[in-house]
């Protein structure tokens, strides 16, 4: 069982003042056409009413207080497609959002076909047989566990807004069988499906933030859901149909108020000459908890690198090791780090170096922002050229087990929020407090 924490939904749909937006992004990599294809799917204030006041015409004029809905509520669907092209469609009604709370499991249908309706004119929000889900919906997605499906009807979403009918019409559709690899820790190697010495605690998953992201302390949160998956089936992009099987396949989520203020991120699972190797490497700015009662917010810059190689999980964090990263405004993103295991029984040590050729300038990306809603906010490519070295550290200095200058041209890369006024230069650390709070498990695993 890889299924990691925070698999499930978040939302709640349910009267609340409180902002609310939730995530989930999947990456499918084709290698044979050098195309990778980014599904994002979102749902903000879902069931949020917000109080306003308005003027009543009655004796008095008097002011009282009453709940509308949110002006941002709403389920959208990104795709980006080759060359960093990009679709999307929407819908203001999100009670058409459906959502497991344990496992990953979600959807939304848009329209439903002529016989996707019972009799009584209506439709059934869940999940549904991939067959039933074929014959009912006209557009739409559905996510389970191991089979992906959507039909999108939208707009290129490099132009318009991110409503119906905002800008020039593109179509796709896909139809995915999945096979998860590794979740957010350690795994059954490719090379040895099923291992005899392996017991099934040493594929436990882990949350990616360290488990304080069970709660409400920091925002916004980020769960890796599938470091690495194959994926197989059909997709097509405005006419032209791609066939894949046991492609590679990554997960993720976010949920919270809205993305940090600045932020920075790449991820790559189809190297040239390893096939069993994946990474993802992101930081940013966010704000302390309960910094507010020292009358000001304060923030810190957090970063971290996340590599899964044959089997095993490398994590490069700030509560067990250092980590620090160059990034630009566009172009070129450098990660170095060193850390411990869990165990504290390994040290090992990374270098990331993704770049993108002059002329790749990306494709602008919404994301949710905090008073207005899905925005022009963040740049994405799926073009980035990266190369990773990744060293285990013996006791006498010498180099052990490693990755050397593993490359592909197949990365991800992302920058967000701002400023980007020059090179964003940093070496990740996080405040004592937190740092041991995080480590605290791991404090009382040792000595029990």
Known sequence: ???????????????????????????????????????IFSIEDAGRWIRSKRRMRHILQSLRSSYVKSPLTLACFQLLGPQDTYLVQSDEDDTKFWGWKYSQGLGCTF????????????????????????KRVQTGFQILPFHFQGRLNGHDGTLGGVKANQGIPGSAEYDISLKPVAG???????????NSTTTNNNYRQYSTAGWLAAFPVFEPHWQITMAHARASGSLNWNGT??????????????????????????????????????????????????????????????????????????????????????????????????????????????????????????????????????????????????????????WDDDEGDYVRSSQSSQCTVEVGGGPWWDVWRVSSKMSRPLKFMIRLPYILRGIL
Not at 2 to 31: C, D, I, V
Not at 184 to 194: D, F, I, R, V
Not at 353 to 372: F, I, N
């Open 184 to 194: 957010w820790g350690n795994y059954p190697p490719l090379s040895s499906a099923t």
């Open 111 to 134: 329209q439903w076909n002529d016989e996707g309706k019972d009799d009584n004119h209506t439709a059934h929000i869940a999940a549904m047989q991939p067959d039933e889900w074929r």
């Open 241 to 394: 149909v791609y066939e894949f099987e046991d492609a590679p396949f990554y997960g993720e989520k976010n949920w919270g108020g809205a993305f940090p203020t600045k932020w920075y991120w790449a991820q790559c699972n189809s190297f040239d000459d390893h096939q069993d190797l994946s990474f993802t490497a992101g930081g940013g700015i966010r704000e302390l908890p309960f910094s507010f009662l020292m009358g000001k917010k304060m923030t810190e810059t957090l970063g971290l690198i996340g590599i899964h190689y044959q089997g095993t999980f490398y994590e490069i964090v700030p509560w067990t090791g250092e980590m620090q990263w160059e990034v630009a405004p566009w172009g070129r993103w450098e990660f170095r780090g060193r850390c411990t295991d869990k165990n504290g029984n390994c040290q090992f040590e990374a270098e990331v170096v993704a770049t993108t050729k002059d002329g790749v300038e990306g494709v602008l990306l919404r994301a949710p922002t905090k008073d207005e809603g899905m925005q022009y906010f963040c740049r994405d490519s799926g073009a980035g050229k990266v190369t990773l070295s990744l060293w285990l550290l013996e």
């Open 1 to 39: 069982n890889l299924q990691t924490p925070h698999a499930g939904r978040k939302m709640l749909f349910s009267r609340n003042s409180r902002r609310f937006t939730e995530g989930w992004y999947y990456r499918l990599t084709l290698p044979e056409h050098n195309e990778s294809f980014v599904f």
